[in-house]
């Protein structure tokens, strides 16, 4: 199924490990196969890893992006998760812990990350961080 990504002007997104930057105007284009995409706002500089749910995002998005070179990232992944889950108490984001890992096992990384996402905004609402 193709993936249709709509741009704003100047937006830049990963696409197989290349940066890419749209022009001045919007534009939409139509990925017509499988390939690793990642929207600027989804992407994590190595500087902005600076809390528990962020230092499990960051391996998962090097996962993605680096697929051929994923097992070099799944120790750190799996150090951070277990981190990460000692301290949390709350059910569903324990359950969220566990789907996320379940993703990574079945290689299914965007999936992942995505449900990463949720970690990260659960982090953020009690550390009082406003998006």
């Known amino acids: 199924m193709p993936l249709k990504l709509s741009l704003k002007p100047g937006e830049k997104f990963v696409l197989n490990g290349a940066v890419v930057q749209n022009g001045d105007r919007r534009c939409s284009l139509v990925l017509q196969n499988k390939a690793s995409v990642l929207r600027e706002k989804d992407i994590m500089q190595q ?10 995002y960051f391996p998962v998005m090097m996962m993605y992006l680096d697929e051929a070179g994923a097992d070099k990232y799944y120790d750190e992944f799996l150090r951070r998760m277990s981190e990460f889950m000692s301290v949390i108490s709350n059910p569903v984001i324990l359950a969220e812990c566990v789907a996320i890992s379940k993703s990574l096992m079945a290689r299914e990384y965007y999936k992942a990350l995505m449900s990463c996402r949720r970690l990260i905004e659960y982090e953020d609402e009690r550390l009082g961080h406003v998006a």
Do not use: I, L
């Not at 500087?47 to 499990?56: G, K, L, M, Y």
């Open 47 to 56: 500087e902005d890893v600076n809390t528990p749910a962020r230092h499990v």
